[in-house]
């Protein structure tokens, strides 16, 4: 078990400089301290590898989402607070698995995003039952759609910065939580 997962580490760290056809199984058991031998032992193929990479990252990632939940229920209930939260825990995720996520995209065709992108929608239904609430200033029947689509636009933000870098904040700029915050916050805060 420890092998494969320090395989799996190895992976999301490498993928961070390499694209997915870039990155050798010789390197990842390389970096893993492991043999090829083991890594065909654990995993079928690599495509089968980097699929195992992503549901570790969509364990981790709905473990951060019930922290979140968990947190949203212990703070005063303020659309500010709610979107800095946000915003916070997508950026973090973004840069953590960045390569991952990149590869992930890049192999869409494949089938590589559906599971991420799985998860992504199980954050949008969490998300718009808690924060919907809040949104006293919005019709009833729009405050949950408001939410999804709030979340919808940061996460194809986050993901168009993943893809192309457009600038002018990359994932690695300090004020890229500030102003996806305030993004976001202006959104969930305009009257109809």
Known sequence: MRAALAMLEAGIVLLRDRSLDALSVEAVCRAAGSTVGAFYARFESKRAYFLTIERVIC????????RFAESLSHLPASVDRFCEELVQNSVQGFRTNFGVFRAALLHSHEDM??????????????????????LVHVPRAQRTMRVQFAFTALMGTMVHIVLNNPGPLGLADDTLEQELARLVRHYLRAED
């Not at 364990?59 to 019930?66: F, K």
């Not at 992108?117 to 924060?131: E, K, S």
Request: no cysteine; hydrophobic share 50%.
């Open 59 to 66: 364990l981790r990632a709905q473990a951060r989402l019930e």
């Open 113 to 134: 995003w559906t599971l991420l992108q799985a998860t992504g929608d199980d954050f949008r239904r969490v998300l718009g039952a808690r924060m919907a609430p809040l």
